[in-house]
């Protein structure tokens, strides 16, 4: 990692934790078994059959959700490195305030139903991990309310993919 990729690292790891902060502190995290968590995608798992939407960071999209193929690849890596991170064990996971507006946590009126959480491997959060491998970027939300979340297709490397396919690639 270069001296800028570090400097992102740190400011991704300051935020992620002045969210936890604010919401319900990871420090409050609970010891949670692997065998508990199923991963659905690259920033929401099921635990003990509640869907959580993990906070601080967003993954691309996956299957039909996906906008385009260079989405749905990222986005796959993305899924397929969290269960890695969840299969390794030592996870903690702290419940935090999803940012909707009172009353609505847990309906569909909120973050399609799901609640939210933070989740930490051997003391790491999940989020920082996949941002610093590029797999995920940084995403915050207001206390009510989250921005409209970034575009993982049409940037200048998708073009230049579809311009000079590999070979053999269709």
């Known amino acids: 990692?270069?001296?800028?990729e570090d400097f992102a690292v740190a400011i991704a790891t300051a935020v992620l934790l002045a969210v936890g902060l604010m919401f319900g502190s990871a420090a409050l995290a609970d010891p949670v078994d692997p065998r508990h968590i199923e991963v659905v995608?690259?920033?929401?798992?099921?635990?003990g059959g509640a869907v959580v939407r993990l906070v601080g960071f967003d993954a691309p999209e996956t299957g039909s959700r996906a906008r385009c193929p260079a989405e749905n690849s990222k986005g796959s890596q993305a899924?397929?490195?969290l269960r890695q991170l969840v299969m390794g064990g030592g996870?903690?996971?702290?419940?935090v305030r999803c940012s909707c507006p009172t009353g609505t946590e847990g309906t569909a009126q909120c973050n399609y139903g799901r609640l939210c959480g933070i989740l930490l491997s051997r003391g790491r959060n999940v989020g920082e991990i996949l941002i610093a491998e590029g797999l995920a970027r940084p995403y915050h939300c207001g206390p009510r309310a989250c921005p409209p979340p970034g575009r993982w297709c049409g940037s200048l490397e998708d073009a230049r993919r579809a311009l000079n396919p590999?070979?053999?690639a269709r």
Do not use: E, Y
């Open 1 to 4: 990692m270069n001296a800028g």
């Open 41 to 47: 995608d690259g920033d929401t798992v099921r635990i």
């Open 79 to 81: 899924t397929s490195r």
């Open 91 to 95: 996870l903690d996971f702290s419940r």
């Open 166 to 168: 590999k070979p053999g």
